[in-house]
């Protein structure tokens, strides 16, 4: 397409050079027509026709299944429900932070339930809509390792442009034994952390979040059992750190406008740093 797209480029810049630099007598009305029919009609029906064909020839591609892992995503006000489904083992559930093997075909199964989001990947490719009672596929593959950049690209509400996610390509053995140790949910804490649990559940966090092992059970909010491990909060929107889990807690319509979870503007700060560190320590 891009080569494609080059040689069309610089035949209408050699036919802009000659009407304008070479031949441009506007009274030759003979040349006018000419070019017209040449490089107005037959020329962009031959090119545009060329590429659909060649288009349509790559599409069976995009639409071969996967090989063994599917990621389903669910886009939401305004972050990203995340469950891996392996081929042989337990559905794994989290949120706003994908990881993959590298070298796999992965399939995608995209849908939302409130409103209309889109899933993209830039450096990976995709960019398909997320829509309420249907599900849409998408396979993609990793060819390197590294942190690739993921955004929703539909306009769903006042924190569209705070609905972002990281995708994590690592090698195939050690996605598979991260992918299992999922299993077991992650050891108690100690110290402040545990005192952090055990305001996070008096609070009642746990009504909206999850997190495995403990009486939090909701499923409104992202799923918080590795919460710790990810790089990011909020969608990708901050940097994983106590003081920005404290932050997001104190004023989250600030960071996020729209979002379902209310602020605790009245907590105190001691009691925020207990939580902040129970959730760092969930890895
Ligand atoms: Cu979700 Cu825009």
């Not at 309420?132 to 993921?150: D, F, H, Q, W």
Request: aromatic letters at 8%.
């Amino acid at each position: 397409m891009a080569i494609g797209a080059g040689v069309v480029w610089c035949l209408v810049l050699g036919v802009a050079v000659y009407a304008t630099r070479i031949r441009p007598d506007p009274h030759e009305e003979a040349v006018g027509w000419r070019l017209i029919l040449w490089g107005g009609v037959v020329f962009p029906t031959v090119v545009l026709a060329a590429l659909l064909v060649f288009g349509l020839g790559l599409m069976p591609q995009l639409r071969e299944p996967g090989e063994g892992l599917r990621i389903d995503v669910s886009g939401e006000q305004f972050w990203w429900r995340v469950t891996y489904r392996p081929a042989d083992g337990p559905a794994v559930v989290s949120a706003n932070e994908i990881r993959v093997p590298v070298g796999e075909r992965v399939e995608f199964g995209l849908t939302s339930p409130d409103v209309i989001h889109a899933f993209w990947i830039p450096a990976l490719g995709g960019k398909v809509d997320m829509i309420p009672g249907r599900e849409n596929r998408l396979v993609l593959k990793a060819e390197k390792p590294g942190t690739y950049r993921g955004a929703c690209t539909e306009f769903c509400g006042a924190s569209h442009a705070l609905m972002a996610f990281d995708v994590v390509a690592i090698e195939k053995a050690a996605f598979s034994a991260w992918l299992a140790a999922q299993a077991t949910p992650p050891s108690p804490p100690e110290g402040e952390a545990a005192r952090g649990r055990e305001l996070f559940l008096r609070h009642g966090c746990g009504a909206c979040h999850r997190v495995a092992g403990t009486e939090a059970a909701g499923e409104v909010g992202p799923d918080l059992t590795r919460f710790g491990a990810r790089a990011t909060l909020g969608a990708a929107t901050l940097a994983n750190t106590p003081d920005n889990i404290a932050r997001f807690v104190r004023e989250t319509g600030a960071l996020k406008p729209r979002a379902k979870m209310p602020a605790y503007p009245n907590l105190p700060g001691e009691e925020l740093a207990a939580i902040a560190a129970y959730l760092g320590s969930l890895k």
